[in-house]
């Protein structure tokens, strides 16, 4: 669960006072849904609200939910029960589900909780000023759950963040929406429609404009992100081409993505990656299943052997590349020798690091209305499994990096130990080291002294 907090320190003398009132976001999900709660910020704040820290101060409440799995609609749902007092006791308050759930589930957040003021969709996030303008002025309930039907719709006024925001050391930039790949376990495409590129003027203007103001890094937002630039109104371009592009911005000084699918990972890309400079040298590659039989039954168009074969050629053309996946055990009809495939091949594949989940059936989609699910006690065996094989094989890769010296982007000074400082190397290793907090924002050379299954601990190089 992530936080939309205020906009801190800098600027904040020379905010104006709040004229209408105050907001608070509470978010649950991945990056583009914390991107898409940015926007609603810009959005509210161009109204004249002003955010808060908690959610007992804010006149406009909004809850940016995730269906990706059940768990995080559970806790959606356990809030707006927790928010029917406050509510009760100030009827003014204005209260909004949106994202993801509010997409897929509508018409039973209104059943549910008919204290809620509006519902508004991944496809309609244009709309939320007036639809606080309507409920503000009129108390009926609002429904938007719009989404294009075609490929290549995309939503262009969409408020930028170098606008009216205090720029951030590391930001996400959405280059893409939606999904057409409708894999059978997932709702993407049901809750954030059909594939869309953004025009690729529009990114390069928007991360030029947040490098000036300070940005060094950026990570680009897609579902399936090396798929850029396949439909663009204006002309085909590609991933690897935008890539390039980002990179002759002066102030800018790294590039991340996530999440490619690798079916669409081209040999442009892996010599983009390998070419040039600002790109850093990790790849998040989601793999699923270690069984191509699971994979066929997920509608995952590749096997494990082009998996294989990417991962591979990664490995070759970008030396010292660490590579990480998204794994699921328990997929419907998922047997003890597929799972042990999955096995065998994360310990073939030795990703640096793994998002690993147990099946979770979202209604709508083709494996959820399957009646060979596996049982919940099953999923979590063979999760825990799964869980320790991925530990033991994270903590070997980074006790490789012991005595050897890594570049670090400094981010400030650790939460749990403030004489420490954090920040990420180029292939995504949390690395911590004694150092004046003045450092923040620059690059570091650090030596690599110790290392544990959440990232590296070192000291300042010599050179640094």
């Not at 709040?18 to 991945?30: A, D, N």
């Not at 955010?51 to 804010?58: G, H, L, M």
């Not at 953004?198 to 404009?209: L, N």
Request: proline share 6%.
């Amino acid at each position: 669960m992530a936080l939309v907090q205020p906009a801190a320190s800098l600027l904040t003398q020379t905010r104006p006072k709040p004229r209408r009132g105050t907001y608070f976001i509470q978010t649950w999900g991945c990056q583009m849904n914390e991107e898409d709660s940015e926007q609603m910020s810009l959005y509210l704040e161009g109204l004249g609200f002003e955010p808060v820290d908690s959610i007992f101060e804010a006149s406009v409440i909004l809850l940016n939910t995730c269906s990706v799995r059940k768990k995080p609609e559970d806790k959606a749902f356990s809030v707006l029960g927790e928010l029917v007092p406050l509510k009760k006791r100030d009827p003014k308050i204005i209260l909004g589900v949106c994202g993801c759930m509010a997409q897929a589930r509508a018409d039973e957040i209104k059943r549910r909780a008919p204290h809620v003021d509006f519902v508004l969709g991944t496809g309609d996030l244009g709309e939320l000023p007036n639809l606080v303008e309507q409920a503000i002025h009129e108390r009926r309930f609002q429904k938007l759950v719009n989404l294009p039907d075609r490929k290549g719709t995309v939503v262009e006024d969409i408020p930028q963040r170098h606008l009216g925001r205090i720029p951030k050391l590391k930001a996400f930039v959405p280059i893409q929406y939606g999904c057409d790949k409708f894999c059978t376990f997932c709702i993407v495409p049901t809750t954030r429609g059909r594939e869309r590129s953004r025009p690729i003027s529009h990114v390069i203007e928007e991360v030029a404009r947040m490098a000036e103001g300070g940005t060094k890094e950026v990570t680009l937002l897609g579902q399936t992100v090396n798929s850029y630039g396949k439909n663009l109104a204006d002309g085909r371009s590609s991933f690897a081409e935008l890539l390039w592009k980002l990179a002759e911005i002066p102030d800018l000084q790294r590039i991340r993505y996530t999440s490619p699918y690798p079916r669409d990972f081209t040999d442009e890309l892996i010599e983009t990656i390998r070419d040039c400079p600002k790109v850093m040298e990790h790849c998040h590659l989601p793999l699923q299943s270690g069984d191509d039989e699971v994979l066929g039954e997920m509608h995952r168009v590749y096997s494990i052997e082009s998996f294989r074969g990417i991962v591979g050629k990664l490995r070759e053309r970008v030396p010292g590349i660490a590579i990480t996946t998204d794994i699921i055990v328990g997929f419907p009809g998922e047997n003890d020798e597929q799972f042990e495939n999955t096995m065998k091949v994360m310990e073939e594949m030795r990703f640096d690091g793994a998002f690993m989940f147990a099946y979770s059936i979202r209604p709508g989609t083709k494996a959820g209305d399957r009646t060979d699910q596996v049982h919940e006690q099953i999923k979590k065996e063979r999760l825990h499994q799964l869980i320790a094989l991925q530990n033991r094989i994270t903590c070997e890769m980074h006790a490789g990096y012991i005595g050897k010296t890594v570049e670090v982007l400094v981010e400030g000074p650790s939460h749990k130990n403030p004489e420490m400082l954090k920040g990420y190397s180029r292939d995504f290793k949390m690395v911590h080291f004694p150092g004046n907090s003045a450092r923040a924002g620059r690059v570091a050379a650090v030596d690599v002294i110790g290392s544990h299954l959440w990232g590296l601990s070192g000291s300042l190089s010599p050179s640094a």
